[in-house]
């Protein structure tokens, strides 16, 4: 059970160093030396100055506890924890109740929840904007096309919309569904067998759990307001129902999340596996280097398409630039990193670090995960940062708002504003002299099935389940979520990889820990031959030759952004019904070590929904409630078959998701180690 020994470890773990990537690590030092901060600086200096007060856990211990309530006006209050300790050299009275009574237990639990409504709120909103997207196109309102009809008719076959209609017809079904999944339907009605994506694409013994437990989302938008309203002062104060409905909330996240990738596969293409390069010095110094940063990939798709025409190509010249560089960075970058090869330069942790190199001219943002440090870094150097939509402005940037509906006039302005940009940039620049990574990225499901196919044209997934059955693939570790540097920074996700790959552990990876392991070179099809077990290693050569590389494909398989989490769910999904079992009985689990956003908390709620055992190696801030920790460690495992694992040491934690794989394994009567 975690407790206030874990914030040791957690310290333990980031001072060994700050990060494992040595480009990253250049940058911070070069950036520090010309007398600036990086999110590095300012990590390391809040732990130094408040070691001295609170030296359990190096920041005030009752937020790191999750025992500090800020929610209404007679506070805030800070409930007295055994672990916290006294006499402080602050005031606290010594009272293990907030001033309207709430006890630790409800001051955690609700803590909790409040994270999984804004992680949620992020992604369904996004979901949202995709599907208006889709309709617009649908009714022609936009340029974008329905540029993979074989998965629009999937999803409309998986929706159950069959026979006669159109194309178009068919993607405004899709899309008005999506659209009463996030947002319900004004009728009184309510959804109220559940949201049709779960309905569709969840194994039905999930589906028959999830209601069972009254945890099947209806719309995300109600959810979300149910967990607002739950959350206010003077409602719910039973700990194990905040927990229930941060469970809620997160599986609405996570159909948030299929339904954005199916929309992103039909208006953009469906992924497969392409060669690209992952590192900060992607970026050009002779090319007008362009930035994209966020998580919706139709606006850059537009700023791709221009670019390459003769019209900027043309203007490209008349600076004297040789060309239009686009980098990209976190989910954007995932994104067209795996449509176009675009080079990943990092993630959000490497954003400032990037504006410093002094050549990036433009840095566009749209939504989530771009901290203030980066246009904080740009205000010292040339580059001009573009903000694009309405709910995420940042001072002194220029501001080009992207609407859908005129997205080619977006594009062409914004890459006006970088090339113009380019005559400004000051005479020195400072990239890395560390070479990019090799990397291939782009494993959809589809990919995936495609390449297990040429093994089995019948039925695709025989080869995969055989493979699990007979040991070679000895489970599936799927690596998620954010960069934090509240640990040393890309390098768990990097130990707890390696450590499972030799153990015949297949890891998938989304969002930035799949960046992470970018930097680390474990997508390159060399990191097959240095770090997986002989079994794996023979199975991911077979499917190499399959797929026509003359190669063994990369141990661990880019599954695209953090929305493509989904991707991972869906692959499981369908080996559960085939196997006629649930996502609880499968030896896949889920590493989310360095998480930082709610969106990661609420996705991560999500898994544990749907059954998956979910690593974090930041300690949350649950430690304060032994109720809600064992609720979410112990509990959950006879309520959804997920859980929680909280563990700051990577190779211990590598340790107990094996545990966690032999013990499905043994379940279902499979060979064990
Ligand atoms: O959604 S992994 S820092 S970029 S939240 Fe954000 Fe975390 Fe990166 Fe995309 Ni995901």
């Not at 949201?195 to 979300?224: C, G, H, Q, W």
């Not at 008349?318 to 090869?341: D, K, P, S, Y």
């Not at 130990?495 to 552990?505: F, M, P, Q, T, Y």
């Not at 649930?582 to 989310?592: G, H, M, Q, R, T």
Request: hydrophobic share 40%.
């Amino acid at each position: 059970m975690p407790n206030i020994d874990l914030f040791a470890k957690e310290k333990e773990q980031r001072s060994k160093l700050r990060t494992s990537d040595p480009a990253t690590q250049y940058m911070i030092d070069y950036v520090e030396g010309l007398g600036m901060d990086t999110v590095f600086t300012r990590q390391k200096r809040y732990e130094e100055s408040f070691m001295g007060i609170f030296p359990k856990t190096g920041r005030c211990d009752f937020g790191s506890m999750g025992i500090c309530c800020r929610q209404c006006l007679m506070g805030p209050c800070r409930v007295w924890h055994k672990d916290v300790g006294l006499p402080l050299r602050i005031n606290t009275p010594n009272q293990s109740r907030g001033t309207c009574g709430a006890t630790a237990d409800t001051i955690v639990a609700r803590n909790w929840l409040v994270f999984h409504a804004r992680g949620c709120a992020a992604h369904s909103t996004t979901c949202k904007d995709t599907a208006e997207t889709l309709l617009k196109t649908a009714r022609g309102e936009t340029t974008y096309e329905l540029k993979d009809k074989a998965k629009l008719k999937a999803v409309a076959g998986k929706l159950g919309f069959n026979g006669g209609a159109s194309d178009a017809e068919l993607a405004e079904k899709i899309a008005l569904t999506v659209l009463s999944d996030v947002m319900g339907k004004p009728d009184g009605e309510s959804n109220k067998d559940g949201m049709a994506f779960a309905n569709a694409y969840l194994p039905p013994k999930v589906v028959a759990r999830l209601k069972e437990l009254e945890i099947m989302p209806t719309s995300s938008f109600e959810d979300l307001a149910d967990a607002d309203h739950q959350a206010a002062i003077g409602m719910m104060a039973d700990p194990y129902y905040f927990i229930m409905q941060s469970l809620k909330v997160g599986v609405a996240d996570m159909m948030a999340l299929a339904m954005t990738t199916e929309i992103h596969d039909i208006l953009l293409g469906t992924p497969s596996p392409v060669p690209t390069k992952i590192g900060i010095n992607v970026v050009d110094e002779k090319q007008i280097n362009i930035a994209m940063h966020g998580h919706i990939p139709t606006l850059c798709e537009k700023l791709i398409e221009h670019s390459q025409t003769k019209e900027f190509q043309d203007k490209v010249a008349l600076v004297g630039a040789e060309g239009i560089n686009i980098v990209g960075l976190c989910c954007t970058g995932a994104e067209v990193l795996q449509r176009h090869q675009i080079p990943l330069a990092g993630n959000n942790l490497q954003e400032d670090l990037l504006i410093a190199t002094g050549v990036v001219d433009a840095f566009i943002m749209d939504v989530q995960c771009s901290y203030p440090s980066t246009h904080n870094m740009a205000e010292n150097f040339h580059t001009k940062v573009i903000t694009t939509m309405k709910d995420a402005r940042v001072p002194m940037a220029d501001h080009i708002p992207f609407k859908a509906e005129k997205a080619d006039e977006w594009a062409k302005q914004a890459l006006e504003l970088a090339i113009n940009n380019f005559a400004k940039r000051p005479g020195k620049s400072h990239i890395p002299p560390h070479e990019p990574k090799d990397a291939i990225a782009g494993f959809s499901v589809e990919a995936c099935v495609n390449v297990l196919s040429k093994l089995d044209a019948e039925n695709p997934l025989k080869p995969l389940i055989d493979n699990i059955v007979a040991g070679n693939i000895y489970g599936v570790c799927l690596v998620a979520g954010c960069t934090s540097p509240k640990l040393a920074t890309d390098e768990a996700y990097n130990v707890i990889a390696k450590e499972l790959l030799s153990k015949n552990v297949l890891i998938v990876g989304t969002g930035c820990a799949a960046g992470s392991c970018g930097r680390g070179g474990m997508l390159d099809i060399k990191a097959t031959e240095q770090y997986a077990g002989e079994k794996l290693k023979a199975v991911l050569q077979a499917l190499g030759e399959a797929a026509g590389l003359g190669a063994p494909l990369p141990p661990v398989w880019h599954l695209g952004s953090c929305v493509d989490n989904s991707r991972a769910v869906s692959l499981t999904s369908a080996l559960a019904v085939a196997l006629d079992t649930e996502i609880k009985d499968l030896p896949v689990v889920v590493s989310a070590a360095e998480a930082v956003t709610e969106k990661s908390v609420s996705i991560g709620s999500g898994a544990v929904a749907l059954g998956f055992p979910v690593h974090i190696a930041v300690v949350p801030p649950i430690v304060g409630s032994a109720t809600v920790v064992k609720l979410l460690t112990e509990d959950m495992k006879e309520l959804t078959g997920g859980c929680y694992i909280v563990d700051p040491d990577p190779k211990t934690a590598a340790k107990t998701l094996l545990d966690h794989i032999t013990q499905r394994r043994k379940g279902l009567g499979l060979s064990v180690l």
